[in-house]
């Protein structure tokens, strides 16, 4: 892949700074900053077709901007859509592109493997710093042995994705930024829905893993499917309404409408219910001991128990 | 404890930090802790030195001693986000919970045998971690600690160290997935070899052990030359070499796949997650005990005797007086007690201090 293509594709990397090191903020690259955001709050998964040299560094130079505005806007919901999106894009570009590309951007994220010709080998650490939260990333599952564990090449290409989403998401506040970076984050701040859940996170209504995925959704946190799947079963089985549970989803970076309702619908005409403790453990998303078995049990503790236990997961 | 003993322990806690080899990485970039009433009662502090420490330490003899796992650029900045974290070591607590002051004693070999298998199976096995990279310390009272200061986990944050909690623990454990059917005629069960690394190694290795130490775990009838082929089988991966069925096999077996895991690791104090929490300093003094959390060299840890081991070394001797019935223990290899309320019995000075702090005893 050609360098200026790299960083086209990869803005995120070293490689790409050289491009726009003497790029002007002008009115266009602030535009296509502004439709970038929009296409990371909408979720929209498409890439840009870009023919000319200019066109691309344009593209590149319109990363940086949207980070700017990002930066000034400082809304965790709006960054975490925009991370997630952008990851997701980069994603189709792996999926498409050779080994020996995929090794170059892995690189960037300290993810380096070894393809000893069966297997392709990763160390845990670069594994567990970069692997989503879910059961089917578990280290448990896995076969590891003198700290190093055996990858498919698509979980190659899923921990690259996830370390983008995380690298994305960090972004420097910024503080003054020129009148039209300000303009532009008018312009996004004002296309936000101000969503308002009814059910109230009060720590003390839920056991501390609801709680914990309550605060995680409100602070637009990208919970993973389990998580996602167990809160839902957990609201439904409190009769929280679709409405409600669909408010709350809405905080989530990559919330669609159409797919939440749906799943909830599925929940519900499915019959699934809340899992166990030892089920929610095994997803990874216990984090306190109640001992209650189920965690709709909460809900017949006294007061004095479920504070000593809040304070014990503390 | 009264003012006179808590006189007599910080002379001799003064006086056995005064040569105590204690030696922290890094020490300028930890935060510290100390406690007299509680295990911490002030935190946020820090020491430019190691000698700077030693003689906080030898001038105030505070009962407990912590410093924090992590790293940080201003280690007694707060509140936390103020530190600037740097990374942190990551440290697995073993604990043992059982009932009363001196319940706890009698498990203590149990957590100890926990403590090898997480340090040689676990760390050094399946997490690749090299020994001069780690050390293993006697917590003072009721378990032991291990503190993994290998560069690669420095900036695992606390979800990642969740993972690894998980894993010694074997939380999301399915052995049966270890497990799959060969598209061969006639079908074969396919499982792990003992040569594997991790659970699943584990599970193989320790299936033949108990077999062979007790063939009834598979089959009643299992006739010693049928027992070595079965075995033969698993070394190879092929767990059909059996007339049982392979349902049962799988399900015979489950109770093996639970023992596998280490389950003393002590997930509510949370130290190996929560970066922000502090661990006993390494051959400091624990309060409630007066024994030296000591750092135990590795090819000892199976004879670590903290009864023994750990003791600070002042012959003196001293009377004291039980307030309470105590059960037997025992100290330097030799039976000590049980006592009863009112019964009085002269100590060399760890022992008695052993008593006093844990307001058993009074001095006489």
């Known amino acids: ?314 | 404890m009264d003012q006179n003993e808590r006189k007599f322990a910080s002379e001799v806690f003064s006086e056995y930090y005064k040569g105590a080899k204690i030696e922290i990485p890094k020490i300028e970039q930890r935060e510290f802790g100390f406690g007299n009433i509680k295990k911490i009662d002030a935190r946020h502090l820090s020491f430019g030195t190691r000698e700077e420490f030693r003689k906080y330490l030898v001038n105030n003899t505070p009962l407990f001693v912590s410093h924090s796992a992590s790293y940080y650029e201003f280690p007694s900045g707060t509140p936390m986000v103020r530190k600037g974290f740097l990374g942190a070591d990551l440290v697995f607590d073993l604990d043992i919970h059982a009932e009363g002051k001196y319940g706890a004693y009698e498990k203590l070999e149990a957590v100890k045998s926990d403590a090898v298998r997480l340090l040689k199976d676990f760390i050094m096995g399946d997490f690749g971690v090299k020994k001069e990279n780690l050390i293993v310390v006697f917590s003072g009272n009721r378990g032991y600690h291990i503190h993994i200061r290998d560069e690669r986990f420095r900036s695992l944050m606390g979800e990642e160290r969740r993972e690894l909690v998980d894993y010694v623990m074997g939380n999301g454990l399915n052995y049966r997935e270890f497990f799959s059917l060969s598209d061969t005629k006639p079908q074969r069960l396919l499982g792990p070899t003992p040569s594997e690394g991790g659970y699943r190694g584990r599970f193989a290795k320790e299936t033949i052990r108990a077999v062979r130490e007790k063939p009834s775990t598979i089959s009643k009838t299992l006739k010693e030359d049928k027992l070595e082929f079965f075995i033969k089988g698993i070394e190879e991966g092929n767990w059909s070499r059996t007339s049982i069925a392979y349902e049962d096999v799988i399900k015979r077996l489950g109770a093996i796949a639970q023992t596998l895991p280490v389950s003393s690791v002590d997930t509510d104090a949370g130290v190996t997650q929560d970066l922000s929490k502090l661990i006993r300093v390494p051959n400091s003094i624990h309060g409630e005990t007066g024994f030296i959390a000591r750092v135990i060299d590795i090819a000892n840890l199976e004879n670590f005797d903290p009864f023994n081991d750990a003791l600070v070394n002042d012959k003196k001797s001293i009377k004291i007086e039980f307030l309470e019935d105590v059960p037997e223990l025992r100290f330097r290899k030799e039976t000590v007690g049980k006592f009863k309320k009112g019964d009085i019995a002269e100590f060399e000075t760890p022992i008695s201090m052993f008593y006093l702090l844990k307001s058993s005893a009074k001095m006489r």
Request: glycine share 6%; hydrophobic share 40%; with cysteine.
């Open chain 1, 1 to 314: 892949m050609e360098e200026l293509d790299f960083a086209t594709a990869f803005p995120f990397s070293e490689g790409a700074k050289k491009y726009i090191s003497n790029s002007l903020i002008n009115e266009k690259v602030i535009e296509i900053a502004i439709e970038r955001i929009k296409r990371g709050m909408a979720g929209e998964i498409r890439t840009t077709a870009l023919f000319s040299e200019n066109d691309k560094i344009e593209w590149i130079a319109s990363f940086a901007t949207a980070r700017m505005i990002l930066g000034f806007l400082k809304n965790s919901n709006i960054t975490n859509r925009f991370a997630v999106t952008e990851s997701k894009i980069a994603r189709s570009m792996l999926d498409k592109i050779d080994e020996k590309t995929v090794e170059r951007v892995g690189e960037i994220f300290g993810i380096t493997t070894i393809n000893d010709g069966k297997n392709i080998i990763i160390d845990m650490c670069a594994f567990l710093k970069n692997s989503p939260r879910s059961i089917d990333y578990k280290l448990i599952n896995r076969k590891l042995t003198g700290g190093r564990m055996e990858i498919k090449a698509s979980e190659k290409r899923r921990l690259i994705e996830e370390a983008i989403r995380k690298r994305i998401e960090i972004i420097p506040l910024v503080k003054d930024p020129p009148q039209e970076i300000k303009a532009a984050a008018s312009r996004i701040d004002a296309l936000v829905p101000k969503s308002s859940t009814t059910v109230v996170i009060k720590v003390d209504n839920h056991p501390p893993c609801i709680a914990k995925l309550l605060e995680g959704a409100k602070n637009h946190i990208n919970l993973n499917h389990q998580a996602r799947f167990y809160l839902a079963t957990y609201l439904t089985g409190i009769n929280v309404s679709e409405d409600d549970i669909t408010k709350i989803y809405s905080d989530l970076p990559d919330f669609n409408d159409r797919i939440t309702r749906y799943q909830i619908g599925q929940i519900k005409k499915k019959g699934y219910t809340t899992p166990s403790c030892a089920t929610v453990m095994t997803y990874g998303l216990c984090c306190a001991v109640c001992k209650i078995g189920s965690p709709l049990n909460w809900h017949k503790l006294s007061k004095d128990r479920k504070e000593e236990i809040i304070n014990g997961s503390k």
